[in-house]
């Protein structure tokens, strides 16, 4: 993000807010409208994100957030990636046409990830469950790796975006392939930034990069026009706002998490998902091999 930032000659500016301060969000807000931000990014789930679009609209200050949000809150300067776990086990399944009510999915939220237990081995022999989706941070999936490492007779694993970094914990024949942004599967990008970057780096970026140069590029995008200074009242600020909010609205440009373009009609952007067997430790897949969806 600081290097798009950089090139598009964007200032930068972070603030902490937490949840759990009551004045958090508002404060955070208050502080960046003070010094002439004209677009905030924000919020890895819905209650943040929720609450970051309510306090930024007080301000009508843009806002893009990592997450969905509560329809409430859902307004002409809200603007959100849906990184839910619900749009990638959409994805998952309409993808996987074997899949089945006995397949299960790991998320970050499962107690084994959250407590020092036994992992859920056991249980997924007595259900007999063929396939799991480790939709988990890689952290949790790193944890299951090691804990399965001498296991055998497992169920088919998938991992999913923010997972696919464990994959050296595991046993390459126990990864039966990844879930990954459909983009990042085509052998010669179209994008020359995502080309560049493979080259400078020798990998793939990861699900948190590929977000952070998405939301990036359509905030630096929408910038476009906009005076150095801040404007001198409140009126002519708003009006400068609103001229943001449109040009979220109307930009396109090549993204890496989907193959859309820009923000749809309702100011949503969903990732768009394909499935790919092996992994990105492994050879790439042969050509076929990969299992496209996005939502229409």
């Known amino acids: 993000m600081e290097e798009l930032a950089a090139t598009n000659n ?12 009551r004045e958090g969000y508002a404060d955070a807000v208050e502080d960046l409208y003070n010094e002439g931000v004209a677009v905030i990014i924000g919020g890895f789930e819905r209650a943040s994100a929720t609450e970051l679009a309510k306090k930024a609209r007080t301000r009508m200050i843009p806002a893009i957030t990592l997450s969905r949000l509560e329809v409430s809150e859902q307004n002409d300067s809200s603007f959100w990636i849906d990184t839910s776990e619900d749009s990638l086990i959409e994805a998952w399944h309409r993808a996987n046409p074997k899949s ?4 299960r999915v790991i998320t970050d939220e499962a107690f084994f990830c959250n407590a ?13 469950v063929e396939r799991v989706l480790l939709a988990c941070d890689v952290s949790c999936a790193e944890k299951l790796g090691q804990a399965a490492f001498s296991t055998s007779k497992l169920p088919a694993i998938w991992l999913g975006p923010k997972a696919v970094g464990a994959a050296d914990s595991w046993r390459s024949e126990q990864i039966k392939g990844e879930m990954t ?3 990042l599967l ?31 590029l359509l905030a630096a995008g ?8 801040v404007a001198p009242d409140p009126e002519s600020r708003s009006k400068v706002l609103r001229s943001v ?18 923000f749809a009609s309702n100011h949503s952007l969903v990732p768009s998902y394909a499935l790919r067997s092996g992994t990105a430790y492994s050879n790439r897949a042969a050509p076929g091999s990969e299992s496209k969806f996005r939502r229409p």
């Open 10 to 21: 964007v200032h930068l500016r972070t603030r902490e807010a937490l949840l759990k301060d």
């Open 100 to 103: 089945s009510e006995v397949d």
């Open 116 to 128: 020092d237990t036994e992992a859920p081995f056991e249980d997924w022999r007595s259900a007999h």
């Open 181 to 183: 942004f459909e983009v």
């Open 186 to 216: 085509k052998a010669r990008p179209n994008d020359e930034s995502l080309s560049r970057w493979q080259k400078r780096y020798l990998r793939q970026p990861t699900f948190y990069e590929v977000l952070g140069h998405d939301v990036a």
């Open 222 to 229: 929408s910038l476009s026009g906009v005076p150095s200074k």
């Open 245 to 262: 909010a449109q040009h979220l609205e109307e930009s396109k440009m090549s993204l890496w998490s989907s193959v859309e373009s820009g």
